[in-house]
């Protein structure tokens, strides 16, 4: 599928991703996944339902779901590069994705967030209504080399 906005396309097309941007971007710019191998980053997307924004043929942005399209889904990896921040990417890929018809009438979306707070609020993410009933494993220095 495909959206068009000015000169900014939003495409689920897994082919389109550029996959080596984007574990550049996610293994030393992102606070979430340093270090973290490419064939991670391509088995994640490979499994997930994959957003990339681009200009002309230039990825510039990208997210991805990890999703059941029936009940759940889980936002991660969303990514603008910094050239292009500030144009309102990031609301309107989130405009997208919650549109896109195969995530209507989801139970529960779930993501994490250090610093995005107020953009997630615009689209009605809250904090864990019920924080004590939910439960992680959870390696933060998974992707580190060993020495």
């Not at 897994?14 to 293994?27: G, I, K, P, T, V």
């Not at 339902?49 to 990896?77: K, P």
């Not at 405009?95 to 018809?101: D, G, K, T, Y």
């Not at 997630?120 to 220095?141: C, K, N, S, T, W």
Request: glycine share 6%; hydrophobic share 45%; no cysteine.
């Amino acid at each position: 599928m495909e959206w068009q906005k000015g000169k900014y396309t939003i495409s689920t097309d897994f082919a389109r991703l550029d996959l080596a941007l984007m574990h550049h971007h996610l293994s030393h710019e992102a606070y979430w996944s340093p270090g973290i191998p490419l064939e991670v980053v391509a088995r994640a997307f490979q499994n997930s339902l994959a957003f990339g924004i681009y200009q002309s043929e230039e990825q510039v942005g990208w997210a991805r779901l990890v999703t059941d399209r029936a009940t759940f889904a889980y936002l991660a990896d969303v990514y603008i590069l910094e050239a292009h921040r500030g144009a309102g990417l990031g609301k309107w890929l989130m405009e997208v994705i919650l549109a896109h018809p195969e995530l209507q009438g989801l139970r529960r979306w779930m993501l994490a967030t250090r610093d995005a707070h107020s953009l997630y609020a615009r689209f009605g993410f809250r904090p864990l209504a019920v924080p004590e009933r939910f439960m992680e494993r959870h390696f933060p220095d998974v992707y580190k080399k060993s020495v």
